[in-house]
């Protein structure tokens, strides 16, 4: 069965980051389309899949991660503009039966992404 999930690791604190609202799209020549959205929890994780099932199917999607919302309650950001808002990560799902793991890495003045496991 294939699935979609992700975490969220706060780089600066040596912490997961719990409570980063994230948003999920598909996106296709109509446009944007929301698929869902969650919030992590105290591990850093989503409760459940982002997508699962057939609900998971090839094409290209898009997870927003809050992560100015996040870095303002968590005391590493000020109020007004951030170096890191909004966070949007696109990427390809082809194979709709496989595992997609979608992890973001976060500080207040960088972020990375791979494809996990």
């Known amino acids: 069965m294939g699935r979609l999930t ?3 690791l706060d780089t600066a604190r040596g912490l997961p980051a719990a409570g980063v609202r994230i948003a999920l799209y598909r996106l296709s020549e109509a446009g944007r389309e929301p698929v869902g959205e969650t919030v992590t929890n105290a591990d850093g994780r989503t409760d459940a899949p982002m997508l699962a099932g057939e609900a998971l199917v090839a094409g290209v999607y898009e997870l927003v991660f809050f992560a100015g919302d996040y870095l303002r309650a968590s005391g590493q950001a000020e109020a ?3 170096f890191l808002d909004e966070i949007p990560i696109r990427f390809g799902v082809a ?5 997609y793991h979608v992890p973001l890495l976060l500080s ?3 972020y990375s992404t791979y494809r996990g496991s």
Do not use: E, K, Y
Request: no cysteine; proline share 14%.
């Open 6 to 8: 992700t975490h969220v």
């Open 80 to 82: 007004g503009p951030l």
């Open 95 to 99: 194979d709709a039966a496989a595992h």
């Open 108 to 110: 207040p003045f960088a």
